[in-house]
């Protein structure tokens, strides 16, 4: 099993920073991709950004040079820097593990974090 924990949500004026943190513990091995992902309210979840195991990144277009995700391989870690944040932004964020188990892909979820970006 695989444990997700996010931390570094919070309320931030516009034009702040931000940076989410996602600790990542139990059976992590065999890793894809991780990435994080938003819900607003009244809306669905959607990827913000994603890092794949050799490193690779992808990013929605609407956070596309604002935000920066990395890993920390020896922490079990992964990061979000978020700066000039938008009102838009706000939203829980998640953050996922994708693995493989043989011929099967595993998806994890933290229990999400916060983020509030005041106009």
């Known amino acids: 099993q695989v444990q997700l924990v996010e931390s570094g949500g919070g309320l931030v004026q516009a034009g702040g920073s931000l940076r989410l943190s996602c600790a990542a513990s139990?059976?992590?091995?065999?890793?894809?991709?991780m990435g994080w992902y938003r819900q607003a309210s009244g809306k669905q979840r959607e990827l913000v950004a994603s890092?794949?195991?050799?490193?690779?990144?992808n990013y929605a277009d609407s956070v596309r040079g604002r935000f920066t995700i990395s890993r920390d391989n020896a922490k079990n870690t992964m990061y979000l820097q978020m700066n000039s944040l938008k009102p838009e932004d706000t939203a829980v964020y998640y953050c996922?593990?994708?693995?493989?188990?043989?011929?099967?892909?595993?998806?994890?979820w933290g229990q999400g974090t916060q983020v509030t970006v005041s106009s």
């Open positions: 139990g059976s992590i091995s065999s890793i894809i991709a």
């Open positions: 890092i794949t195991n050799r490193g690779s990144t």
């Open positions: 996922n593990l994708r693995n493989q188990r043989g011929s099967l892909l595993n998806d994890y």
